[in-house]
Each structure stands twice: as structure tokens, then as C-alpha cells.
């Protein structure tokens, strides 16, 4: 069973987003350097020093301009991320954009399902196993 690990937020006007959801649900707000698009991260509850979730009720996100993603993402750790693409396109779905590897993250794909739904598949890189695609 694959699970949710993450979600994502698209938004018109970034700071206005994120001023709503540190104001209305207590969120914080980390903005990833440029090199990763000024991504927000997104922490929903109490986290170690690593980032990770302290209690196993909640995920994390993230948020980002809006762009090619136009609604909210569920995003599924996977096994291989190239595998779960190729599944989901001979289960009906299709690749949206490319495949991409992102530094200290994993290898990450957006795919749309069956219904024209949005989802994000993700082979995380552990810690301890840097040999990721």
C-alpha cells in the first residue's frame, strides 16, 4: 500500500495564500531557495529536527505558484517513481509534464488519473540510501 506523504497548494498570489493559512489554521512557512521555484514548505503540525512529522496523524505540504497544477495535489510515496508512471498511463491516466529529480527530495512526477484528477507520485530519498535515481 502506497501512502499519502504530502500535499500541495497552487495559488495565484503566493503571500496572500500564505498569510490565509498561517492565519486561519497556525501553519508555518518555509521558502525554499530559488533553485526550487521559491517553494513554500508547508508545516502543518509538530516536527523533529528534520523536518518529519512528530506525531503520525498529520502531513506535511507545500505551495507554490500556480502553474501547470491547477487545483490541490495528494502526493503517494512509491517504489520507483518511472514504474508508477508507466502503471498509471496503462490504467487510463497520463504523465503530466516530466519526470523530475529534485536535489535532497527524490524523483517526482505528476500524473493525472482515470477522472482527470491531479496527483503527485514520489520516490523519496532516504536518508542513509543517497543511490536514488
Not at 496503462?90 to 482527470?116: F, N, Q
Request: hydrophobic share 40%.
Amino acid at each position: 500500500m502506497d501512502p499519502v506523504v504530502h500535499f500541495e497548494i497552487p495559488a495565484e498570489d503566493v503571500e496572500r495564500a500564505k498569510k490565509f493559512y498561517a492565519d486561519n489554521f497556525g501553519w508555518k512557512m518555509n521558502v525554499m531557495s530559488g533553485e526550487y521555484g521559491n517553494y513554500v514548505i508547508l508545516q502543518t503540525g509538530p516536527t523533529d529536527e528534520k523536518g518529519m512529522p512528530e506525531r503520525p496523524a498529520f502531513i506535511n505540504g507545500g505551495m507554490m505558484k500556480r502553474g501547470t497544477i491547477k487545483s490541490p495535489v495528494l502526493v503517494i510515496a512509491v517504489d520507483d517513481c518511472d514504474a508508477a508512471v508507466e502503471k498509471v498511463k496503462k490504467s487510463g491516466g497520463k504523465l503530466v509534464g516530466e519526470i523530475l529529480d529534485i536535489p535532497m527530495v527524490g524523483r517526482y512526477a505528476y500524473v493525472e488519473d482515470c477522472e482527470g484528477n491531479v496527483i503527485g507520485v514520489i520516490k523519496p530519498i532516504m536518508p542513509g540510501n543517497p543511490g536514488q535515481k
